[in-house]
Structures are given as C-alpha cells and as structure tokens.
T-cell receptor
Framework: GAVVSQHPSRVICKSGTSVKIECRSLDFQATTMFWYRQFPKKSLMLMATSNEGSKATYEQGVEKDKFLINHASLTLSTLTVTSAHPEDSSFYIC????????????FGSGTRLTVV | GNSVTQMEGPVTLSEEAFLTINCTYTATGYPSLFWYVQYPGEGLQLLLKATKADDKGSNKGFEATYRKETTSFHLEKGSVQVSDSAVYFCALSASGAGSYQLTFGKGTKLSVIP
C-alpha cells in the first residue's frame, strides 16, 4: 500500500535553531500533502495543505514565516520550524491523500520535536 | 464548517468486553468517514473507512457503519484485546479550499486491561 516516510522520528534542538522535517511518498505521487500538529492529549490540528509546485495554504492562526513548507516534488514535502522555541515542542505528522481525498489518507509516523 | 464529535475518554475495558466509541459529524455534501488508530509514540494508521451512506467499514474485528440519517459513524468491536489499547480518532474528508481535507475528532483513549 501507499507509504509515507517521515524523518526524523525524534529531534531535540536548542531554542533559536531551525529544524527540518521531511515526508516522502515512497510508492506513489503525492500531489497534496497535509501537515498536522498534535498537542498532548489533543486531536490533530491541521497546520497547512501543501501542493506540489505551489505555495502552501496555511490554516488560520498558523505562522507562515515560522513554519515553512516546501513541496518541490511529487514525492517530497518538508516542514521547517524556524527559530524554534519551547512552545513549538510538539508531535508533527504529515499525510498524503491516496487516490483523491475520498479514498483515504496515509500518514507518516510522526516527528517528536523537543525544543530546549 | 465541518466538524466531528466523538465521545471523550478515557475508556477502560476488560479484555473481551464489547467496545463502542460514538462519533457524529457535521458536513456539507457527502463526506467520506474514517477511523484512525494511534498507538503510543506512533503516527496514525487507517483502521477503516466508508465512503457513502450505509457502507460498513471493517478491519481487525472493528466495524463502523455510515449512517447518514443520524450523521454517525460509531466504532464497535465485539471483543477487545489488550493490544487494542490506543487512541482512536474519527475523521471525515470533505472538499475544502479546493482539496480534500481531514477533520478529526478529539480522539478517544482506550485502555484494555487483562
């Protein structure tokens, strides 16, 4: 089945540094990828929708300059958390629609970001 | 807008007990409905889905039926196991901003004790 590989699975960084998270679709072309953030004991919050070759669409309240999304190819989307702060610590998950949104979505395994 | 409401947990059951996790939704048009499962420290995995009214999704002993008249997609399993302990998310997919987006419920944590 369709697989999305997300790396790294865990990352610890110092405040003020930037962290890049990658999501790759391994056996299909992901025209659209979604980036979510999950707070402890909370549901997933959609941060942005990433379309290949165009600018990402951010949800209300998500800082575009802080969470940079690049979707330069049909198999790779990246999320860069710039100038990270402890409040950015969270679990970030990407997903890609498979066969169009009605067919389902496949998720990456998630990245646990801890900013110290 | 679209929304998903699922019963709040945590839910604690003994092994072999019957499980029901309620999920209702609000959406325009005809959404697809999903249940996802998240094991500790992992990403989400699709458990089952239904794309139209009266469809029944099933997988690993779990079932859910797309009920348009009650706008519900309740998750059931006849006999839970310890390995079913996880967080379960109900979700819908509907068109928005030109692409299909997933809207999630808040998740229900299930703990199954031997």
């Amino acid at each position: 089945g369709a697989v999305v590989s997300q790396h790294p699975s865990r990352v610890i960084c110092k405040s003020g540094t930037s962290v890049k998270i990658e999501c790759r679709s391994l056996d299909f072309q992901a025209t659209t990828m979604f980036w979510y953030r999950q707070f402890p004991k909370k549901s997933l919050m959609l941060m942005a929708t990433s379309n290949e070759g165009s600018k990402a669409t951010y949800e209300q309240g998500v800082e575009k300059d802080k969470f940079l999304i690049n979707h330069a190819s049909l198999t790779l989307s990246t999320l860069t958390v710039t100038s990270a702060h402890p409040e950015d610590s969270s679990f970030y998950i990407c997903s890609a629609s498979v066969g169009g949104g009605r067919g389902g979505y496949t998720f990456g395994s998630g990245t646990r970001l801890t900013v110290v | 807008g679209n929304s998903v409401t699922q019963m709040e947990g945590p839910v604690t059951l003994s092994e072999e007990a019957f499980l029901t996790i309620n999920c209702t939704y609000t959406a325009t048009g005809y959404p697809s409905l999903f249940w996802y499962v998240q094991y500790p420290g992992e990403g989400l995995q699709l458990l089952l889905k239904a794309t139209k009214a009266d469809d029944k999704g099933s997988n690993k002993g779990f079932e859910a039926t797309y009920r348009k008249e009650t706008t519900s997609f309740h998750l059931e399993k006849g006999s839970v196991q310890v390995s079913d302990s996880a967080v379960y998310f109900c979700a819908l997919s509907a068109s928005g901003a030109g692409s299909y987006q997933l809207t999630f419920g808040k998740g229900t944590k299930l703990s199954v004790i031997p």
